[in-house]
């Protein structure tokens, strides 16, 4: 077992270091100048790897930074020079440390903070995101800086693209790979599933999906071939529109497919300001990756908010020991129902209480009052009308209620349903289910709270004349 988890272990380190090179020679295909990009793919990578995998990414990330900082060619051709190996360092560090601190601290947040809701814990990772990025630009620049002599105020004047460039890349890059990194190593995220609990109402047609992508894109592709076009600088600004399709698969499609779709259509806009030659206004479409990124993590709060009010209404129209309708529930049907009548229909309702359940409780268990309340409840459930509703009320208290049948009628069809309660079994314990009905009819202009009111006293009474009866009062 421990050979297992330490062959896991090195292949997890093996894929973030691959993984975070890869993205570093991808960020050369998006960059529209010499080292100049719309968002850096490897600080999404160094991110998501603290997110994923904690402490144990800055290991294999500050590797990939040193082989890729460090100056092999001078190194063969001049021999060991101790400025290359201390640059490298630096600039490993610059990285690793920011980001180590910024995935660390988003992940304390993400797995303590379990009890805030989804846009507060959104709004935490974007500003835990923006220091992150903030603190890994000046540290780089101040590195740069002090290793360079070609660049004088390099400091002043590039803080903010690597900043934005950075932040972007974490935005969109953080989620994907978030999604992806688990599966591929095994690794258990668990606090990142309220992010994905919503997509149990979504749809799963790829075909849909992929419609809306296609949109978006050809909304790109048209407005850089109209900034290539018209020689203005307001054309640029038409690209914030592809927030509107982004937003539309956020709210409508699966997490996993909103994540891919902010990660082609980021990308798409990050290297088509080189392809069609409009890097005058790159800090156009900078800002707007941004946007739509940060909208983006705002939208996904909408489903999520949607699914959660979704349950709660769940849990406040079905018991949830039971599966029967709640007393709420019960309540506004019943009113509906006594509002539409006629003045001559008559309702009546029945309350029923479990005789001795307290005894089966401390005797038995509260695991078996539980499980008689489930079988009774539902054997009781396959006895009602079309017409009827039962209804849980509290405890073990039963309300049923009986539309269109006098008091007379009502006193009857209780009698029927008390011989109707089960003698259940759990493994050798036997026990015979009873109950005491307290009937009462539906007076006009009484409020739901005083009828059942009626109805308990009634079933006090059948309780007090010895228990497993029917009792009425008018």
Same mark, same amino acid.
């Given at each position: 077992?421990?050979?297992?988890?330490?062959?896991?272990?090195?292949?997890?380190? &093996?894929?973030?270091?691959?993984?975070?090179?890869?993205?570093?020679?991808?960020?050369?295909?998006?960059?529209?100048?010499?080292?100049?990009?719309?968002?850096?793919?490897?600080?999404?990578?160094?991110?998501?790897?603290?997110?994923?995998?904690?402490?144990?990414? $800055?290991?294999?990330?500050?590797?990939?930074? %040193?082989?890729?900082?460090?100056?092999?060619?001078?190194?063969?051709?001049?021999?060991?020079?101790?400025? &290359? &190996?201390?640059?490298?360092?630096? $600039?490993?560090?610059? #990285?690793?440390?920011?980001?180590?601190?910024?995935?660390?601290?988003?992940?304390? *947040?993400?797995?303590?903070?379990?009890?805030?809701?989804?846009?507060?814990?959104?709004?935490?990772?974007?500003?835990? +995101?923006?220091?992150?990025?903030?603190?890994?630009?000046?540290?780089?620049?101040?590195?740069?800086?002090?290793?360079? @002599?070609?660049?004088?105020?390099?400091?002043?004047?590039? %803080?903010?693209? %690597? *900043?934005?460039?950075?932040?972007?890349?974490?935005?969109?890059?953080?989620?994907?790979?978030?999604?992806?990194?688990?599966?591929?190593?095994?690794?258990?995220?668990?606090?990142?599933?309220?992010?994905?609990?919503?997509?149990?109402?979504?749809?799963?047609?790829?075909?849909?999906?992929?419609?809306?992508?296609?949109?978006?894109?050809?909304?790109?592709?048209?407005?850089?071939?109209?900034?290539?076009?018209?020689?203005?600088?307001?054309?640029?600004?038409?690209?914030? $529109?592809?927030?509107?399709?982004?937003?539309?698969?956020?709210?409508?499609?699966?997490?996993?497919?909103?994540?891919?779709? &902010?990660?082609?259509?980021?990308?798409?806009?990050?290297?088509?300001?080189?392809?069609?030659?409009?890097?005058?206004?790159?800090?156009?479409?900078?800002?707007?990756? +941004?946007?739509?990124?940060?909208?983006?993590?705002?939208?996904?709060?909408?489903?999520?908010?949607?699914?959660?009010?979704?349950?709660?209404?769940?849990?406040?129209?079905?018991?949830?020991?039971?599966?029967?309708?709640?007393? *709420?529930?019960?309540?506004?049907?019943?009113? #509906?129902?006594?509002?539409?009548?006629?003045?001559?229909?008559?309702?009546?309702?029945?309350?029923?209480?479990?005789?001795? $359940?307290?005894?089966?409780?401390?005797?038995?268990?509260?695991?078996?009052?539980?499980?008689?309340?489930?079988?009774?409840?539902?054997?009781?459930?396959?006895?009602?009308?079309?017409?009827?509703?039962?209804?849980?009320?509290?405890?073990?208290?039963?309300?049923?209620?009986?539309?269109?049948?006098?008091?007379?009628?009502?006193?009857?069809?209780?009698? @029927?349903?008390?011989?109707?309660?089960?003698?259940?079994?759990?493994?050798?314990?036997?026990?015979?289910?009873?109950?005491?009905?307290?009937?009462? =009819?539906?007076?006009?202009? @009484?409020?739901?709270?005083?009828?059942?009111?009626?109805?308990?006293?009634?079933?006090?009474?059948?309780? =007090?004349?010895?228990?497993?009866?029917?009792?009425?009062?008018?």
């Amino acid at each position: 077992m421990t050979g297992r988890i330490n062959l896991l272990r090195k292949s997890a380190y &093996l894929l973030i270091f691959f993984l975070w090179l890869g993205a570093f020679h991808a960020s050369v295909i998006l960059a529209y100048s010499e080292l100049i990009s719309l968002w850096y793919m490897p600080a999404g990578v160094s991110m998501a790897a603290f997110l994923v995998f904690g402490k144990r990414a $800055f290991i294999p990330i500050f590797l990939a930074i %040193w082989v890729e900082s460090f100056n092999f060619s001078a190194f063969f051709a001049h021999g060991f020079d101790p400025t &290359l &190996l201390a640059t490298s360092v630096l $600039f490993s560090l610059a #990285h690793s440390v920011p980001y180590g601190i910024g995935g660390l601290t988003t992940r304390h *947040w993400l797995s303590h903070f379990v009890q805030k809701n989804i846009p507060t814990k959104i709004v935490g990772l974007l500003v835990i +995101y923006a220091v992150s990025a903030a603190l890994a630009a000046f540290c780089g620049l101040l590195v740069w800086e002090l290793a360079t @002599e070609n660049y004088t105020n390099i400091l002043e004047d590039g %803080w903010f693209a %690597w *900043w934005l460039g950075d932040l972007i890349g974490i935005m969109v890059l953080a989620p994907f790979l978030c999604l992806f990194l688990p599966k591929l190593s095994t690794y258990k995220v668990p606090w990142i599933d309220v992010f994905y609990d919503h997509d149990r109402g979504m749809r799963r047609s790829k075909k849909q999906f992929i419609g809306k992508l296609i949109l978006a894109v050809l909304t790109i592709i048209g407005i850089f071939m109209l900034d290539r076009a018209v020689d203005h600088p307001g054309v640029a600004y038409f690209v914030f $529109f592809v927030s509107i399709p982004q937003v539309w698969i956020v709210f409508t499609e699966r997490t996993a497919y909103a994540s891919t779709s &902010l990660l082609v259509i980021t990308a798409l806009i990050a290297f088509g300001v080189g392809v069609f030659d409009v890097a005058d206004q790159a800090i156009t479409y900078q800002f707007a990756l +941004y946007i739509t990124a940060a909208t983006s993590y705002f939208a996904v709060a909408v489903p999520a908010l949607v699914q959660q009010n979704s349950t709660l209404k769940e849990l406040a129209m079905l018991d949830t020991l039971t599966q029967l309708p709640t007393r *709420w529930l019960f309540k506004t049907l019943v009113e #509906h129902v006594v509002k539409s009548s006629r003045p001559n229909q008559s309702h009546c309702i029945a309350l029923y209480n479990i005789d001795n $359940f307290s005894r089966i409780n401390n005797d038995c268990g509260y695991s078996v009052g539980d499980q008689v309340l489930r079988e009774s409840s539902k054997i009781m459930q396959n006895e009602m009308r079309d017409s009827e509703i039962l209804c849980r009320c509290e405890h073990d208290n039963f309300v049923i209620f009986m539309p269109n049948l006098d008091l007379d009628s009502a006193i009857q069809r209780a009698d @029927e349903l008390r011989h109707q309660l089960p003698v259940l079994q759990f493994d050798d314990l036997i026990l015979p289910i009873r109950g005491s009905f307290g009937v009462v =009819h539906v007076q006009f202009g @009484e409020s739901f709270e005083q009828t059942l009111e009626r109805a308990n006293r009634a079933m006090q009474n059948a309780k =007090h004349q010895g228990r497993n009866k029917v009792v009425a009062i008018s």
